[in-house]
């Protein structure tokens, strides 16, 4: 017999004989949680955020791009890693390398530039694909536009979000979005920038992730 | 690592190493300190009783059903993870998962292992077995990072460097990491562990982490973490193997944001951890970055001993978050190390029994003053009181067939079980408690004056020259 039926065996054997009622989680989260207003969310998200040191900006579809290079500029940034495939991508590989920002695309498997992702990429743009405003967290499902290590090694990671797209909870992104039904190879949540209070309790960011996350919160034009 | 490395002995120097600890008024204080800070985060983060009382009861009713379930789960889980494409290994014991693990590494020439934090690993002591097969394995938490360049093991679960000062980070720092010198400024000392974890994630053949929640209807794998450490394990290298034990399981995704939030509020007092991954795929084709492969080793170790019995198996629903080391007046003065196993304070003395067996591991429920605190916090409502209780009763009574643990009865000693018995006639006849009582205050004289710990910091005891039963009687 192999290790799995063995330890099958040990545990049919002295299995229950009743199982419980599933428990009713929608149910806690209806009495528990409230549910808010498109307004009410995005204040409360980027309250919870800011409070995990991550940095919001409100910007339009008319402002962002201008907003970003701002933002750069102040931070002594000239060179950022997007995605050619994603329309806020290839808006910044449009406008920003004529104004002297280096624009660098993730267009290959990372075996092939590994080294230069660790060592020379200081800054990247991904899309979050939604958000929770009791948490203040970024959804993100990285993909082939968008790779896993995006979002993970640069130093400075922008998100840009849809402040349409924030839910009240975790447990109503994932009811809302249908994830029981199948997820990605990879998804996430993020709630700041990395950190650690591993030494003395106290709190340092930038451990191992992005030492600043810069949340790019986008609304409607004003009509 | 050298052969100086600390290996986890059985309880047996428990009472040597405590005491070393309670002598020391450096690490007492560092406990102390650490303990306060983590109850006052917890207690901010609930401050709605009805709440919390109300999402304790809906985590132990989740933790309950999927236990119940729990071998048609794994099965589920192993049909949903190899469908995605990751691949799934059974350990019973540690020598397996190590062997299991190590093999994937040789399979791959793998030299270097990187480590996301993972108890089970400690618990196996894969950095040991690799280090004999001759790759290198390492740790890359922060405080899993220090605690391994000083040779040492982790103190607290959740926070594995909670015994160390950072003067003394400092100093290691200095002593072990080439090209550092003498910087006790806490923000230094992360960016030069920072430096040289990068370069090994970059470098690193095998990302090693182990396994929050495991999802069985989506087959998907979730790690909890703030440093983004464990993202870097699960995805810059070219293979990542997650290990776990097999209760750490749950049917529904929905099951998850109850157990994420008490986890985190619990454990380290945040409403949410910073990074929170699901992993359910290797590297799918199109995709540029992630590991091509992806491995979970589900080890047993025990586990299937505590889940035989009923009152034993809710030491399962346990979901690690530390809560009841941190309000643990017994923890926070003898901190982590004395219990000399790998997972310490109450959590530590329920589960360890069953990994190594109560020949080991008999005095560890004894070391409790029963306070319940324990239990009171558990955001999963273990009875821990009670099973220190039944883990006492295991460890203690007579050795009869048929046990329920391993080493039952390891603690037995006939003297002591004549002694209780006589004191449990005594109490239970009060024909026989009025001699033992008159006795005893007749000839309170023989008393010796040295009564052991007792009078190290007291007057001895002594039965009083009259009895209440005398006096009452004399007042009518």
């Known amino acids: ?223 | 690592m050298s052969e100086h490395t600390l290996h986890f002995k059985p309880a047996e120097g428990f009472r040597a190493r405590s005491k070393a600890v309670v002598d020391n008024p450096f690490l007492r204080q560092s406990f102390r300190g650490a303990m306060d800070f983590l109850m006052s985060k917890r207690a901010a983060q609930f401050p709605d009783t009805e709440e919390l009382e109300s999402l304790r009861t809906l985590g132990e009713s989740i933790r309950q059903y999927n236990l119940a379930k729990l071998p048609t789960l794994l099965v589920q889980l192993e049909q949903n993870l190899s469908r995605n494409g990751i691949q799934v290994h059974w350990a019973e014991t540690p020598d397996e998962a190590n062997a299991i693990i190590l093999g994937i590494c040789q399979q791959r020439s793998a030299k270097l292992m990187v480590k996301g934090k993972s108890m089970v690993s400690e618990e196996i002591e894969l950095n040991h077995a690799a280090e004999a097969a001759g790759i290198g394995a390492l740790e890359s938490d922060m405080g899993e990072y220090i605690v391994q360049l000083a040779n040492e093991k982790p103190s607290h679960i959740i926070m594995p460097a909670i015994h160390k000062t950072k003067e003394e980070i400092a100093r290691l720092f200095a002593d072990k990491v080439e090209g550092v010198d003498y910087t006790d400024n806490v923000d230094a000392l992360i960016q030069i562990g920072r430096n040289v974890l990068r370069q090994k994630f970059l470098e690193a053949d095998i990302g090693l982490s182990g396994v929050n929640f495991a999802v069985a209807e989506t087959g998907t794998l979730c790690l909890v973490e703030n440093e983004g450490n464990g993202r870097m394990c699960t995805t810059a290298p070219p293979v990542h193997i997650a290990i776990t034990g097999i209760e750490k399981i749950v049917e529904k995704l929905e099951h998850v944001p109850p157990l994420l939030s008490l986890l985190t509020r619990s454990a380290t007092g945040q409403n949410i951890s910073t990074y929170f991954n699901m992993i359910s795929s290797p590297r799918k084709a199109g995709e540029k970055d992630g590991p091509s492969e992806v491995h979970l080793v589900l080890l047993d170790n025990g586990r299937s001993q505590a889940y035989a019995d009923e009152q034993l198996r809710k030491t399962l629903q346990c979901i690690r978050c530390g809560a009841c080391m941190n309000h643990c007046p017994v923890y926070t003065r003898i901190g982590g190390h004395a219990y000399g196993t790998t997972y310490p304070g109450p959590i530590g003395k329920i589960i360890s029994p069953h990994m190594l067996g109560l020949e080991a591991t008999s005095t560890m429920a004894t070391a409790s003053s029963l306070c319940g605190a324990c239990g009171e916090v558990c955001p999963v409502k273990i009875p821990i009181p009670e099973l220190l209780m039944r883990l006492r009763e295991e460890a203690f009574s007579a050795p009869h067939a048929n046990p329920a643990m391993r080493g039952q009865g390891a603690g037995y000693s006939r003297l002591m079980t004549s002694i209780w018995k006589g004191w449990a006639a005594v109490y239970r006849s009060p024909a026989l408690y009025g001699v033992a009582t008159w006795l005893g205050s007749r000839f309170s004289w023989l008393m010796p004056s040295r009564q052991g710990a007792w009078t190290s910091v007291r007057v001895p005891l002594k039965p009083a020259p009259r009895r209440l039963r005398d006096m009452l009687k004399e007042r009518g």
Request: glycine share 4%.
């Open chain 1, 1 to 223: 017999m192999s290790a799995r039926d063995r330890i099958l065996s040990k545990l049919r054997a002295k299995m229950p004989s009743t199982v419980a009622d599933l428990p009713d989680v929608a149910g806690w989260f209806a009495t528990h949680r409230i549910v808010e207003s498109a307004a009410d969310k995005a204040k409360r998200f980027q309250a919870c955020i800011e409070l995990a040191h991550a940095e919001v900006h409100a910007v339009t579809p008319s402002n962002w791009l201008t907003t970003l290079r701002e933002i750069l500029r102040t931070k002594g940034l000239d060179k950022i890693l997007v995605s050619e495939e994603t329309t806020h991508g290839s808006a910044v590989l449009d406008e920003f390398p004529a104004q002297g920002i280096d624009c660098q695309v993730y267009d290959m498997a990372i075996e092939a530039w590994k080294t230069e992702m660790f060592n020379a990429t200081p800054a990247s743009l991904t899309a979050a694909r939604a958000a929770i405003a009791e948490t203040g967290t970024l959804i993100l499902w990285p993909d082939a536009a968008e790779p896993r290590l995006m979002s993970l090694v640069p130093p400075v990671h922008f998100v840009l979000l849809d402040a349409n797209n924030i839910y009240n909870t975790f447990f109503e992104a994932m009811q809302a979005e249908g994830w029981a039904d199948g997820l990605p190879t990879n998804s996430l949540l993020i709630s700041g920038p990395s950190k650690t209070a591993d030494i003395q309790q106290t709190l340092a960011y930038g451990a191992h992730g992005p030492k600043e996350l810069v949340v790019l919160m986008l609304t409607e034009d004003a009509q």
